[in-house]
């Protein structure tokens, strides 16, 4: 968006928009199938971490760019290429939830594994090729058709009351989870929201700075409500014996979406799973086309047909973490925390307008993304227990600090030598 033209509520809209995909909706109410209210954690942590961008919004509205023309503005070229590439690293996340969450619909309307995931990943190639400005409204009015049935989901399981007590419930049901891992995860996701580029370009785009910090407001309040509404719904459908026949947890909510469905009307249900496919092929197809421009930018030259692997290469990543088995949040919060790792410390002290030389910012990012892909690594292979993503985060944050710290020594030391005194 080159122009600034957005109001407070476009702003809020349009972030709300940005949060609420598959990954959200999905990723919850698998959550909620073993934790209740709590699996409204990640729809809580986006909003809070909404409200914590605008305490940002002002500085960044100022700059006028997203986080990595910020990064070369002031550190150059070289920085601001590797923030683009890092941002592949939060990106491959998102795309391995749609692909969980593609994978989930297809076995719900009769395809196994691997199919499932084979077939998602070739229609996502394909939407990846389409002209995505006119596909885009498609995709988002399926998503917003989700949203619907979610809401009618709701009033059809009677879970007014489990929504009107959702905060206490929440609240008393995060005792479910193990607190370090809980609070990483609040801290990933809800940092990410201030780092994201996804979001800064609708705060850039806002009529004034306080189009940009009222907007971020409203759409923390806004996350808030929406969070609250898969796993209310999932622990209605609980409670009343709706999930006997649920075979995969990550397919709770388009088992549910697509069960109240069937209520409408015969066929219907398949309806509402063909919406919640393309939404999920089309926010795949959109991240992985921000991904292919990510890695374009690194390409060593430009050809038709490394134009036509781009889009495999991003899919291939993606389908990586997808194959890792976590759950949708737990696939997107692993690789978040390499991102925060890498980026979060400079990030900080360009915001603080603090005076960083170049070294130390680079530092500071190789430092982070090294000792926290390692720890990942590390638990990918299985020599770390199940807390991983807080050793990679705090083992990131730690290094990025210390190389940044010995970056900066050894640039005040590098002084020209005293020549020696004449005899």
Not at 142 to 158: D, R
Not at 378 to 402: E, M, N, P, Q
Request: charged residues 10%; aromatic residues 6%.
């Amino acid at each position: 968006m080159s122009t600034r033209a957005l109001g407070a509520l476009q702003v809020a809209v349009l972030l709300i928009s940005a949060s609420y995909g598959i990954g959200f909706l999905f990723g919850s109410g698998e959550m909620a199938l073993s934790h209740g209210m709590a699996g409204a954690l990640y729809g809580v942590a986006t909003a809070a971490g909404m409200l914590v961008l605008a305490l940002f919004a002002r500085p960044l509205w100022l700059r006028g760019v997203p986080i990595w023309d910020l990064f070369g503005q002031r550190f150059g070229k070289p920085t601001q290429g590797a923030v683009a590439l890092l941002s592949l690293v939060w990106m491959a996340g998102v795309l391995a939830a749609q692909i969980h969450g593609g994978a989930a619909v297809m076995r719900l309307l009769g395809l196994a594994s691997p199919w499932d995931h084979l077939v998602v990943l070739l229609l996502i190639y394909v939407a990846t090729q389409l002209d995505l400005s006119a596909a885009s409204r498609v995709f988002a009015a399926c998503l917003a058709a989700s949203g619907l049935a979610l809401a009618y989901a709701l009033f059809a399981s009677e879970g007014l009351e489990v929504y009107r007590t959702a905060l206490p419930s929440f609240v008393s049901d995060l005792s479910t989870l193990d607190p370090v891992r809980a609070l990483t995860a609040a801290v990933a996701v809800s940092v990410l929201a201030c780092l994201g580029a996804d979001y800064h370009q609708f705060l850039v785009a806002a009529r004034r700075p306080a189009d940009a910090v009222l907007g971020c407001v409203l759409a923390g309040f806004g996350l808030v409500l929406l969070a609250f509404l898969p796993p209310a719904v999932v622990v209605a459908m609980e409670r009343a014996g709706a999930l006997g026949d649920l075979a995969d947890a990550k397919q709770v909510m388009p088992f549910l979406l697509a069960r109240v469905a069937a209520t409408l009307g015969p066929g219907a249900d398949i309806v509402l799973l063909a919406a919640l496919s393309l939404a999920a092929l089309g926010s795949g197809a959109a991240i992985a086309r921000a991904m292919t421009s990510a890695l374009a930018a690194i390409a060593p030259a430009r050809s038709v047909r490394l134009e036509l692997s781009l889009p495999v290469i991003a899919l291939a990543i993606g389908a990586a973490l997808a194959a890792r088995g976590q759950g949708i949040i737990d696939t997107m919060v692993s690789v978040n925390v390499i991102y925060i790792a890498s980026v979060a410390i400079p990030f900080v002290a360009l915001i603080a307008r603090r005076a960083v030389p170049v070294q130390c910012a680079t530092a500071a990012m190789a430092g982070g993304l090294v000792a926290s892909v390692a720890a990942y690594g590390a638990g990918w292979v299985g020599l770390l227990d199940a807390r991983i993503d807080t050793v990679s985060l705090l083992a990131g944050l730690g290094a990025s600090l210390l190389t940044a710290g010995a970056a900066l020594v050894l640039t005040r030391a590098n002084l020209p030598p005293i020549a020696a005194p004449r005899t």
